[in-house]
């Protein structure tokens, strides 16, 4: 048990972090301790009764189920193997710039997707 310990430990910091999150919170959804319906990202919910939460936990949620499992899996090995290189390699040493970028591709794909929905239901 202590390599896979060592193995975390091993990961980059910011990546490990994403990483662990991306564990957590669907296992906390799937084990029924925070009902999924507040991890998904509802516009509605979001700007009008004020739920500030669901951009965050949307970023981490993943519907883990019999059809979804094996996705999951992939999706965890692409997060794990491309953050850490991006954060070993091209932000080396600059940790501040690759929050950062994580910071705006994420408030990018949130309006976007919260612009989506509302010009949908006009």
Request: hydrophobic share 50%; with cysteine; net charge positive.
């Amino acid at each position: 048990m202590s390599d896979l310990g060592e193995w975390f430990r091993s990961i980059p910091l910011i990546t490990r972090y994403w990483f662990a999150g991306s564990i957590a919170v669907p296992l906390f959804g799937k084990l029924g301790l925070i009902s999924p319906v507040y991890l998904f990202l509802w516009p509605d919910a979001f700007l009008n009764r004020f739920q500030i939460w669901r951009p965050i936990t949307a970023t981490f949620y993943f519907p883990v189920g019999p059809g979804t499992g094996f996705l999951y899996l992939v999706n965890l090995y692409f997060l794990y193997q491309y953050s850490s290189r991006l954060e070993t390699g091209t932000f080396d040493g600059r940790p501040a710039d690759y929050v950062f970028m994580l910071l705006f591709n994420w408030i990018c794909i949130v309006v976007s997707y919260i612009c989506h929905q509302h010009l949908k239901h006009i």
